[in-house]
């Protein structure tokens, strides 16, 4: 593995017209209700948390992807071929689950073409080591809580709102990697105190 690389989480969420409810305050006596159209139309994001193995003042990078519909392999290379450019062609190792268009063979292909990239798989059944678990975390209970829009754009716009909150706050990205467990040198980044 390159040591002077980024190393890069990945991950993939959905997200549709039907809301993400959950609790919220209202006055006594005067139940919340959402209205919304029953309507499944669906989005996939696509998100990448960066973490540069050997500078942490280069401090951490998000890409962001949203597309209507799932994501397949064709889809995901599109979403790396956006990530090389975001990096500029640095090295990245980038570390993912198991899902089928991860590791299909057109992918493994791609990949087998690409110098600047490295690809890790996280051990099966555990989100818990993937940071980016935690941003989708934060957004549905955030921005995407309670919202009962009438298209995929209101969706969309709401998205895009939480990931400018979550890129606007430096030490963010850093706590969804602590919470997992996992670090990169040093030990403790910059923008966290020790005692965090």
Request: aromatic fraction near 8%; glycine fraction near 6%; proline fraction near 7%.
């Amino acid at each position: 593995m390159n040591t002077r690389a980024w190393i890069v989480f990945l991950d993939e969420s959905g997200v549709s017209l039907l809301p993400q409810i959950r609790r919220t305050y209202a006055p006594r006596g005067r139940t919340p209700l959402l209205r919304h159209r029953l309507n499944w139309k669906r989005a996939s994001m696509a998100g990448a948390l960066g973490y540069h193995s050997t500078d942490p003042e280069r401090g951490a990078r998000l890409c962001f992807h949203l597309k209507p519909g799932s994501y397949d392999t064709t889809a995901l290379i599109e979403v790396l071929e956006q990530m090389k450019v975001f990096y500029r062609g640095e090295q990245v190792v980038l570390v993912w689950d198991g899902l089928s268009a991860h590791w299909s063979r057109a992918m493994r292909a791609w990949v087998a073409e690409q110098d600047w990239l490295t690809l890790e798989r996280l051990p099966a059944y555990a989100p818990e080591l993937n940071p980016v678990e935690l941003l989708w975390s934060s957004l549905k209970k955030r921005e995407l809580a309670n919202l009962a829009g009438d298209h995929l754009a209101d969706v969309a716009d709401a998205t895009e709102q939480g990931i400018h909150r979550i890129n606007a706050n430096p030490r963010l990205p850093w706590s969804f990697l602590a919470h997992t467990g996992l670090t990169i040198h040093p030990p403790h980044p910059p923008n966290l105190r020790k005692d965090q």
